[in-house]
């Protein structure tokens, strides 16, 4: 039994690791998969069973709390992206309180593209680059590490695949990029007009956003119950 207890909770641990936050939720997950496992060891039938789970990752598909979340409605990513973005807003205000102090018309726009803007001086030239890393790379890697950055986590979201596990860095980061198409990146948000409540990038990254409240239970596996008979 010391053996399937180890082979238990290494493979449980595998599985957790490719679970989406909050850490409650993989916690409950993790136990969830874990009590599976030992009532399949207990009935003799842990190798039957893990072979029919597959990898870790396979289980973890069939075990996370995100699998069956809702997703998150237009107004609560909207505000979550609005305080996520704070550095680029205030570089966006105050490129056009610079321009209006110098009598220049006001030139700038939301998101403000990374070029040429009359009386922009240092705030085009570091101010727009190092809001748009933060927006982009670092909350990219904030959202594969944790499932969530600032604004997400306050709202209760989280950044998940399509089959609720974590994402990838590669796929946080780019489901970002339209940031740097200056204002056309709202051209991302249009699904949203005619009822989908994923973007373009989201498609195409294949990542989704999902409401974390409401899903503190890990749902029943279907097919795969408890007790092994």
């Known amino acids: 039994m010391s053996d399937d207890r180890h082979r238990i909770e290494d493979y449980a641990q595998a599985a957790a690791r490719c679970l989406p936050g909050p850490a409650r939720h993989k916690t409950r997950s993790k136990a969830e998969l874990a009590a599976h496992l030992y009532d399949a060891a207990e009935a003799g039938e ?45 570089v966006t205000i105050a490129l056009a309180v610079r321009q209006a102090g110098k009598g220049l018309a006001i030139q700038v726009s939301f998101p403000p593209p990374n070029a040429y803007h009359p009386g922009g001086g240092i705030l085009q030239a570091v101010g727009i680059p190092l809001a748009l890393t933060w927006s982009i790379l670092v909350l990219g890697i904030l959202e594969s590490r944790t499932g969530s950055t600032p604004g997400k986590r306050l709202l209760g979201l989280t950044v998940v695949t399509e089959t609720g596990l974590r994402a990838p860095p590669g796929a946080c980061v780019a489901r970002r990029l339209s940031l740097l198409a200056g204002p056309f990146a709202w051209l991302d948000w249009l699904p949203q007009f005619w009822g989908e409540r994923r973007r373009f990038l989201d498609r195409l990254t294949r990542t989704k956003v999902v409401a974390q409240r409401g899903q503190d239970s890990p749902q029943a596996v279907p097919g795969y119950p408890r007790a092994v008979t």
């Open 46 to 90: 842990l190798a039957e069973v893990l072979q029919r789970l597959g990898s870790p990752r396979s289980a973890a598909a069939l075990f996370t709390w995100a699998r069956t979340a809702p997703l998150a409605s237009m107004s609560r990513r909207l505000r979550a992206a609005l305080i996520d973005l704070l550095p680029l807003i205030g």
